[in-house]
């Protein structure tokens, strides 16, 4: 199988370095990720004329690996592009260090980068494990073994035109899986403001994205069972339409 890696938290990241690896022994992998981290880029795309500069590096044997100075989405885009010889049969994001769930989906520049991959038609997958000392690579080859024996059920149920985001939690023993649903809920961010002496107010996100209120658990979604020890595969659909607010709009007379 030909596979592109991405990731959010940079080309060298031992997450992507793990997983790379693991899977170069049974199939054709190819990184295609950011040369730095750039976490909470969602699904961006470089368009204001700034050139992307993408480089090459020899430092994975059997594996062809590039970092592009831009965002996730960017990468997987120009990979497809221009920097692969063949359309992959799968792309894989991650291993991300924190885990992607509930609504963080929709900054999280891992689980887009694999959406911007599904968007092309090709199958796609979003990893995320929660690793405190995220530069050992040995903490994620667990995690990567358990991707590489279990591609053939990821691979398979991969929707058309989506993507499984695969979480796994804390204290992961391997034997336990959940298929679920996103958590729905409101993110509880906390910004600290100050002002410079010239007058000007400045901010920083101190809990960025990672807080959910505690009636979120109470829906069973991916965030509950990911408490319980479960690793959980959520598949995503491209397609965000409300389909009854359509329905709601039309009986109100409103042409569409």
Sequence with gaps: MKILITNEAGCFHPGLVALAK???????????????????????????????????????????????????????????DKLLLDKPDLVISGIDPV???????????????????????????????PVAEDKKEKLYRPYAKWVARKLRYLVENTPDFGVLNVNFPPKFKGNKIMPTKLTDGLLENDYEIEVNPFGSTYAWLKSPLMEFGLEAYGQQGDLYWLKQGYITITPLKLDLLKGEAVADLQKAGIKL
């Design 22 to 80: 693991e899977l170069a022994k049974d199939h054709r992998v190819c990184v295609v990720a950011p040369l730095n981290r750039l976490s909470g880029a969602g699904h961006s795309l470089t368009t204001d004329q700034r050139p992307l500069h993408a480089q090459q590096w020899f430092v994975l044997d059997s594996v062809k690996m590039w970092s592009v100075d831009g965002t996730p989405c960017d990468c997987v885009a120009l990979a497809l």
């Design 99 to 129: 885990n992607n769930r509930g609504n963080m989906i929709y900054t999280s520049g891992v689980v887009s980068a694999a959406l911007e991959g599904a968007i092309q038609g090709i199958k796609s997958i979003a990893i995320s494990a």
